[in-house]
C-alpha cells in the first residue's frame, strides 16, 4: 500500500479490487454507525420468468469477457445486481416503498442488461456468443448441437453403409460380367431373366451362372423358341442329335418339345397328287372356321418348287404305298405294297428301266398373309 506525498492527506492507492471492495464495505458500515436509522440499499432486482430458475437465468459468463460496472448475488430464487458505485443507501419514494439507489437503478437501462432480459423473455438467436447465453441456454444449445451431431453421425453411417453395399454390388455385377464371358453357359438369357423375375439379387444371379458353368444347374422356363429348336433339330438329326443338343445347349428333351409341338401330317403322293390329296392337305394346312366365326378374306401366296433327295425307295406307312419313283412311268407298275410280289415287279421295272427312281420332289406350300390360328384337334397328331 502507497501513500501519496504530493498532498498531506489520507487518501491511499489501493492495489486491488479486493481492497477497493474491502473499503467500499468499510466506508458502508462506518456510515451505518453514524446514521443508524439509514436503511441499506436493496440493489437492482433483475426479473426473471416465474418458469426459470435464477442460478440458470444469468450470463455468467459474460464478467469473463467484459469488464461489467456491477456484481451479481443471488438470494432466495432472484438474482440482484449492485452496482460497483453503490451509495449503499435505499430511496423512499413517494408512496413509502424503498427502491434502489440511482446508480443501482441506472443499470435497468444498460444495454447487457437490456439484452439479458430480452434473452429472457423472447429467448436467444442461435448465432448468440456463448458468454451472452444463461445456464440454461447453454445447456440448450449444447442439447441442440448434441442432437445435430447425433444426426450427422448417423446420417454419415447410413451413407457409409450404403456406399459400401454398392460397392459391393458392383463389384458382384463385374464378377458376373466377367463370368458370363469367360464361360459358354448355354440358355445363359434365361437365367437371368428368370433370376429378375422371382427377384433375387446379383449374389444369387453370380452363383447360379457359377453353378450353370460346372454343368451343376440347368435354368427351366423354357421359351417357345426352345421348344420349336429342340423339335427341329429332332427332325433333321433324329433322337440321338436332339438328346446331346439337350446337354450342350440346354434345350428341352425331345419328349417335351413333342408335347409343346402339336403337328399335322400331310399326305405324300406316290404319283400326280389327286384332288382327293390335295384338299385333304389344304384342310389340314387351314382348316375351316368354326361355327359363328366371322369370315375374313385372306390373302395368300403359292410357292412352288423343287427341291433334290436320294435316289431311293420310300415306304408310307399311312397310305400303304410306295414312294421314290418319277411320278412320269410310276402308273405302268403297281405302288401300293400290299405284299413282296408288287415290290419284286417294281424292281423288275426298275432293271428293266421301264420306270425310274424320282431325283427330286415337287412342293406346293400355300403362305396366308396374316397369323395362322392353331390346327384342330381332330387334325393333330403327333409324329
Same mark, same amino acid.
Request: charge should be positive; charged fraction near 20%; include cysteine.
Given at each position: 500500500m502507497l501513500h501519496n506525498t504530493q498532498y498531506d492527506s489520507d487518501v491511499e492507492i489501493l492495489s486491488n479490487a479486493e481492497e477497493i471492495e474491502r473499503t467500499r464495505w468499510n466506508l458502508r458500515?462506518?456510515?451505518?454507525?453514524? &446514521?443508524?436509522?439509514?436503511?441499506?440499499?436493496p440493489t437492482y432486482e433483475l426479473n426473471i420468468p416465474e418458469s426459470q430458475h435464477a442460478f440458470s437465468s444469468y450470463p455468467y459468463l459474460i464478467h469473463t469477457t467484459i469488464n461489467l460496472p456491477w456484481d451479481v448475488s443471488v438470494k432466495e430464487e432472484r438474482i440482484f445486481l449492485r452496482s460497483h458505485i453503490c451509495s449503499g443507501f435505499a430511496r423512499t419514494g413517494k408512496d413509502g416503498r424503498l427502491s434502489p439507489c440511482s446508480?443501482?437503478?441506472? &443499470?435497468?437501462?444498460h444495454n447487457i442488461v437490456t439484452? *439479458?432480459?430480452?434473452? &429472457?423473455?423472447?429467448?436467444a438467436h442461435e448465432k448468440t456468443p456463448w458468454a451472452y447465453l444463461t445456464v440454461a441456454q447453454l445447456y440448450n444449445a449444447l442439447e441442440r448441437k448434441s442432437h445435430e451431431n447425433n444426426k450427422l453421425?448417423?446420417? +454419415?453411417l447410413n451413407a457409409a453403409r450404403k456406399i459400401d453395399t454398392r460397392n459391393r454390388h458392383l463389384q458382384a455385377w463385374k464378377r458376373l460380367a466377367i463370368a458370363i464371358g469367360r464361360e459358354d453357359i448355354p440358355r445363359v438369357r434365361s437365367l437371368i431373366a428368370k433370376e429378375c423375375k422371382n427377384g433375387h439379387s446379383v449374389f444369387s444371379m453370380l452363383e447360379k451362372v457359377d453353378r450353370a458353368a460346372l454343368k451343376l444347374y440347368r435354368p427351366r422356363g423354357y421359351e417357345e423358341a426352345d421348344f420349336q429348336r429342340a423339335f427341329l433339330i429332332y427332325k433333321l438329326g433324329g433322337r440321338a442329335a436332339a438328346a446331346i443338343a439337350q446337354r450342350t445347349l440346354? *434345350?428341352?428333351c425331345i419328349n417335351s418339345a413333342k408335347k409343346r409341338i402339336v403337328t399335322a401330317s400331310i399326305h405324300s403322293s406316290a404319283g400326280i397328287p389327286t384332288t382327293r390329296e390335295i384338299l385333304s392337305n389344304l384342310e389340314i394346312s387351314y382348316p375351316q372356321k368354326a361355327a359363328g366365326e366371322e369370315g375374313i378374306i385372306k390373302g395368300m401366296t403359292i410357292q412352288v418348287d423343287e427341291m433334290k433327295i436320294q435316289e431311293r425307295l420310300r415306304w408310307d406307312p399311312r397310305s400303304n404305298m410306295i414312294l421314290g419313283v418319277c411320278r412320269e412311268h410310276g402308273d405302268k407298275c403297281a405302288l401300293e405294297f400290299r405284299s413282296e410280289v408288287q415290290a419284286d415287279i417294281l424292281l423288275d421295272c426298275l432293271q428293266k428301266n421301264e420306270v425310274h427312281l424320282a431325283t427330286e420332289v415337287?412342293?406346293? +406350300?400355300?403362305s396366308c398373309w396374316c397369323a395362322i390360328s392353331k390346327i384342330p384337334n381332330k387334325f393333330q397328331r403327333q409324329q
Open positions: 458500515q462506518k456510515m451505518k454507525e453514524v &446514521l443508524p436509522n439509514v436503511t441499506p440499499c446508480h443501482c437503478q441506472h &443499470l435497468h437501462d439484452g *439479458i432480459r430480452f434473452r &429472457l423473455l423472447d429467448g453421425k448417423l446420417a +454419415s440346354g *434345350i428341352p415337287c412342293l406346293l +406350300s400355300l
